[in-house]
């Protein structure tokens, strides 16, 4: 079974400090996500990667920036947190897409308060 | 940018009976794909039924897709109390191989 684990399922942080979140899959998927999810608004990309060192800005990169420097580990990096950060965090990972889309295999999550 | 929507929002039925989900789209799609989600956890991969597929089942699950109304459902049979979570529909995005787009989810929920 693919297993994709985010470090800490809870995190308070204080406004304008450098908040990291890690993501590590074990299946070798060339793909990796960073969504967040918010009530009524499902699931909006942050960034994604599909290749180390690789990345591409999913619908809302504003004030996050993201690390792939191994194939296993995507870190997502919010450079200074503010309140409107705070949200639960979606780390996912899928093989390449080949003819057709793979499904996504997701972490539990990571639900991060900014005081 | 909102891909599917799902309808109803929320959806709350006695154990036993059918749940049924719809969910929208606007552009044309390769494939598209359903999502459940416990509370407080990750999305699991449920189903993928491609733009050439009419019909598809697992299980309990039976998915649709009409590609000419950009439209697909979820119909869960003989629902559980395990079967409470939201249900989301994913399709992917042209201007991506590998993004996909989620909807805003159906809340189920099971009555004893």
């Known amino acids: 079974d693919v297993k994709v684990t985010q470090s800490s399922r809870y995190l308070v942080k204080r406004t304008g400090e450098k908040v990291f979140l890690e993501c590590v899959q074990d299946m070798d998927h060339e793909n990796m996500f960073w969504y967040r999810q918010d009530p009524g608004l499902g699931l909006r990309l942050i960034y994604f990667?599909?290749?180390?060192?690789?990345?591409e800005k999913g619908d809302i990169p504003e004030g996050y920036s993201v690390s792939r420097e191994k194939k296993e580990r995507f870190s997502l990096i919010l450079e200074s947190a503010s309140t409107n950060q705070t949200s639960m965090y979606l780390c996912?990972?899928?093989?390449?897409?080949?003819?057709?889309?793979?499904?996504?295999?997701f972490g539990d999550g990571t639900r991060l308060s900014i005081l | 940018s909102q891909q599917g929507e799902e309808d109803p929002q929320a959806l709350s039925i006695q154990e036993g009976e059918n749940a049924t989900m719809n969910c929208s789209y606007k552009?044309?799609?390769?494939?598209l794909q359903w999502y459940r989600q416990n509370s407080g956890r990750g999305l699991v991969h449920l189903i993928l039924?491609?733009?050439?597929?009419r019909e598809k089942h697992s299980g309990r699950l039976r998915v649709t897709l009409d590609t000419s109304k950009k439209s697909s459902s979820l119909l869960i049979t003989a629902s559980r109390a395990a079967d409470t979570a939201s249900y989301f529909c994913?399709?992917?995005?042209?201007?991506?191989?590998?993004?996909?787009?989620f909807g805003s989810g159906t809340r189920l929920s099971i009555r004893p």
């Open positions: 994913a399709t992917d995005a042209w201007s991506s191989a590998s993004k996909i787009i």
């Open positions: 039924i491609r733009s050439n597929e």
């Open positions: 552009t044309s799609i390769n494939n």
């Open positions: 996912a990972s899928s093989p390449l897409a080949g003819t057709g889309k793979q499904p996504q295999h």
């Open positions: 990667s599909y290749d180390v060192k690789m990345k």
